[in-house]
């Protein structure tokens, strides 16, 4: 089965909200994680990722953080948008190998 | 401007007849990749290459072929061996194979059985 899953399939948030996205993974080993966002008919496109021996991690608008203690991933949007809209992913990267989740859809309301 | 062309972007096939996805990239990266996407699914890692002449099976190998003769090419054929192939194929690389946590996606093919 797969070792990276999210809570939830989807995700429903009002324009200007904040967005948390959240991930569960089982591999311990992994080295780094990811997230990625897919809009609708187009390929995933990275967003940010964390190595194992941090904790958070800050982008723009983006914030990623990692709990090893629960092997917990989240994403965090800062005052979504409605460009913000699409299919997110988290990953682990093992090696050579990314693992990918079931992606959680997320809506932006207006 | 540099990026991934994948082609056609659908494609209907009936069964019992392979058909080959196109995968050019002009990125200049050493490794490339094929994923599945099935809906509500994360993307499986079909095969993947680090370098000309070389490729390795990834997790859903069975009925599907690669090659990787020119560097910026990584054609997928979907062989009549695959016993579900409709799915949304996604081609990508990155610089090395050790830089795979940032994957350069394609926009994806379509490809849809009768």
């Known amino acids: 089965g797969e070792s990276v899953g999210l809570h939830l399939p989807t995700l429903s948030v009002q324009e200007g909200d904040n967005s948390i996205i959240n991930c569960a993974y089982s591999?311990?080993?992994?080295?780094?994680f990811i997230w990625y966002k897919q809009e609708s008919g187009k390929g995933p496109q990275f967003i940010i990722d964390i190595r194992s021996n941090m904790d958070k991690r800050q982008g723009q608008r983006v914030t990623v953080l990692l709990n090893k203690t629960v092997k917990h991933l989240s994403l965090q949007i800062a005052a979504t948008q409605p460009g913000d809209s699409a299919v997110y992913f988290c990953?682990?990267?093992?090696?050579?190998?990314?693992?990918f989740g079931a992606g959680t859809t997320v809506t932006v309301r207006a | 401007d540099g990026g991934i062309t994948q082609s056609p972007k659908y494609l209907f096939r009936k069964e019992g007849q392979n058909v080959t996805l196109s995968c050019e990239q002009n990125l200049n990266h050493d490794a490339m990749y094929w994923y599945r996407q099935d809906p509500g699914q994360g993307l499986r890692l079909i095969y993947y290459s680090q370098i000309v002449n070389d490729f390795q099976k990834g997790d859903i190998a069975e009925g599907y072929s690669v090659s990787r003769e020119k560097k910026e090419s990584f054609p997928l054929t979907v062989t009549s061996a695959q016993k579900n192939p409709t799915a949304f194929y996604l081609c990508?690389?990155?610089?090395?194979?050790?830089?795979?946590?940032?994957?350069?996606f394609g926009e994806g093919s379509r490809l849809t059985v009768l």
């Open positions: 990953a682990e990267s093992n090696d050579y190998k990314l693992s």
């Open positions: 591999n311990s080993a992994s080295d780094y």
């Open positions: 990508a690389s990155s610089i090395v194979l050790r830089s795979n946590r940032e994957l350069f």
